[in-house]
């Protein structure tokens, strides 16, 4: 379940999406403005290979922007989906299909490519082709935390590096594991063994010694991905909980979210 969609089910676009959120009623990127989601539409699968949107072997989705004529544009949906990682948004894919639109799931963006494609006209231009990847497939693993070392302004320059990808770089050479890992490490060591909620100490050292604190996403209902450290807070399970389970998790989320300028002025 990601935003109460289940993976699979069919919606109705107009009631189910636009009732929610609002958003453009047309095209394939919705942006609404007063919820934090992209929702992205796909057609079905077909045409020439490398023209259409389809699911790689490797498990990437590769997702066509916007723009029907001419070299499409970075900005509106295609600059949402690329910013990603700084703008925190959920990207929620849906198929359409006769009867409704199917949910596939929530995903994040790993990168995209410019690649020569024809447009509506039947012209070659250049296309962006968003790689995504199901969110759940990039699951925070907690385990293999780092041990903090002493170089904590190194840990934040990888950290900041991951976040933001390089300008005029279509795409990070580091992987979006990497790049999350990055940021994870560079949170927890920052927290320096006291959650970034409470202030109290961890409650217990991972086997590798490091102090036990959870990467927690202020700004997405989904851990896991690329995110940015100014929005990646370092909790204690409790507040963790509290946060995702809790009857006061929005209020406590941002109280969080206040507490992170400081954090990471
Ligand atoms: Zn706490
Ligand atoms: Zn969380």
Same mark, same amino acid.
């Given at each position: ?12 676009? *107009? ?29 079905? &699968? @077909? ?8 699911? *790689?072997?490797?498990?990437?989705? &590769? ?19 690329? &910013? ?19 949910? &596939? ?14 447009? $509506? ?6 296309? /962006?082709? /968003? ?36 300008? @005029? ?25 006291? =959650?970034?909620? =409470? ?19 202020? $700004? ?18 409790? =507040? ?26």
């Amino acid at each position: 379940m990601s935003w109460g969609f289940e993976r699979g089910r069919i919606y109705n676009r *107009r009631a189910d999406i636009h009732g929610r959120f609002n958003g453009q009623q047309r095209g394939g990127i919705v942006t609404p403005a007063e919820h934090a989601v992209i929702v992205i539409f796909t057609g079905e &699968e @077909g045409e020439a290979h490398g023209y259409s949107d389809r699911w *790689r072997d490797d498990g990437v989705f &590769e997702y066509f922007g916007e723009g029907q004529i001419g070299d499409m544009v970075m900005q509106k949906g295609n600059r949402a989906i690329a &910013e990603q990682a700084v703008n925190g948004k959920s990207i929620l894919l849906f198929k359409i299909l006769p009867n409704g639109v199917e949910f &596939e799931g929530e995903m994040i963006c790993e990168g995209y490519q410019t690649r020569r494609a024809p447009d $509506r006209a039947g012209n070659m231009r250049d296309a /962006f082709v /968003f790689e995504l990847r199901p969110i759940d497939n990039v699951t925070t693993v907690v385990d293999d935390i780092l041990p903090a070392t002493d170089n904590l302004a190194e840990l934040r320059k990888r950290a900041f590096a991951a976040a933001t990808p390089a300008p @005029g770089k279509a795409k990070s050479t580091a992987t979006v594991f990497e790049r999350s890992r990055d940021v994870r490490d560079y949170v927890v060591a920052r927290a320096k063994g006291h =959650c970034e909620g =409470c202030t109290q100490s961890a409650p217990f050292l991972r086997t590798n010694g490091v102090p036990y604190l959870e990467p927690h996403h202020i $700004r997405r209902l989904t851990d896991g991905g690329p995110d940015d450290p100014r929005f990646v807070i370092a909790l204690c399970p409790n =507040c963790h909980r509290r946060v995702h389970s809790g009857a006061d998790g929005a209020e406590y989320n941002g109280k969080l979210l206040l507490s992170m300028k400081a954090i990471e002025a």
